[in-house]
């Protein structure tokens, strides 16, 4: 099948997916370039174009020649060329579940998690839902009508979209007026609000080989420059540092891993996800899990395949036989 890297996409991780389109162009340099353009059209776009664009977290990507056409129009013609798509996308539209259904319903192969796993690891709410039945320690949430009370119980909260990446629109929650912020928030889009949980921020990314079986990766421990995990610190900030493998004990390891696994299976993922978690005192609570997290030389997940061995053009060439082994059941 003819391979093609799908990058761009209509959500506020675009940045990311453009800078993971690099990455994975570097690892298939032979994949045609579709770039998803923000007003919904898709282009195809050169190498020299996409490796020309050198501030990809901050500036966005702008393609030139015609358009494809708008996405259906674009996955239509996939499916005409026989195209498998490797999905360089993340947040919305793109990892939701909506495009992944799209495909589906043309037959289209692509990378990463189905349209029902993606749309359930998608929302948060849910995602925690599914991670607590197998066995999975997550955070409490708590309405918005209660966050005040909650403060007073609690000291310290912390809310973030129910359905976004990246750490965007991430509020910590230290006084009464910080509310404010989240309730104007919360006007244009869902917001989730649990108590804050005080610890090391964690990642473990979960690789499916091909006979179906789960190998989790090394476990990441982040150290973000200043406050918390936000899109500055993992993709701008020169101090974050990414220890990886995390300086965990080894039964913390071992539960960290356990849980990323539980929560891949639960949620019916496929090929790769990443989880994060927190560890406290107590143990490691699980926060949400990622079917398309990123691939770009900074990102996680890459620097634990690094870890556990596994190259990254391997890593690649695993998820584009599973995706042709999806297609044919």
């Not at 056409?69 to 239509?76: H, I, K, S």
């Not at 289209?108 to 925690?128: C, E, N, R, W």
């Not at 629109?169 to 104007?184: C, E, S, W």
Request: glycine share 8%; hydrophobic share 45%.
């Amino acid at each position: 099948m003819r391979q093609t890297i799908l990058f761009g996409g209509t959500s506020k991780e675009r940045l990311v997916s453009v800078a993971s389109a690099q990455a994975l162009h570097a690892a298939l340099p032979d994949a045609d370039l579709w770039f998803w353009n923000d007003d919904d059209h898709v282009y195809a776009v050169t190498p020299e174009a996409l490796l020309a664009h050198t501030r990809p977290f901050e500036e966005a990507f702008r393609p030139a020649g015609a358009a494809l056409g708008v996405l259906a129009e674009a996955l239509d013609r996939a499916a005409t060329e026989q195209r498998l798509l490797v999905l360089g996308l993340h947040g919305g539209v793109a990892e939701n579940g909506e495009l992944q259904a799209m495909c589906e319903m043309r037959s289209v192969p692509f990378t990463g998690s189905g349209a029902a796993a993606s749309h359930l690891a998608f929302d948060k709410i849910a995602a925690k839902r599914f991670a607590a039945i197998a066995g999975v320690r997550a955070p409490v949430s708590i309405a918005l009508a209660e966050a005040e009370a909650a403060l007073e119980a609690h000291g310290r909260l912390i809310a973030k979209p129910t359905r976004d990446g990246s750490s965007y629109g991430l509020f910590f929650i230290n006084a009464k007026q910080d509310l404010v912020a989240v309730r104007n928030a919360a006007r244009t889009e869902d917001y989730l609000i649990e108590t804050f949980v005080s610890g090391i921020e964690a990642t473990c990314g979960v690789l499916e080989q091909a006979d179906g079986s789960l190998v989790a990766l090394p476990p990441i421990e982040i150290v973000p420059a200043e406050g918390g995990f936000d899109y500055t610190a993992k993709y701008l900030a020169k101090s974050t540092q990414e220890i990886c493998p995390g300086r965990f004990a080894p039964e913390v390891s071992a539960v960290i891993m356990d849980y990323a696994v539980r929560a891949h299976r639960v949620m019916g993922c496929r090929g790769y996800s990443r989880s994060d978690f927190i560890v406290a005192p107590d143990g490691p609570i699980f926060l949400e899990t990622n079917t398309l997290p990123g691939l770009t030389k900074a990102s996680l997940y890459p620097k634990a395949l690094q870890a556990q061995g596994v190259a990254f053009a391997d890593f690649l060439d695993g998820q584009i036989a599973l995706a042709e082994q999806a297609l044919r059941r």
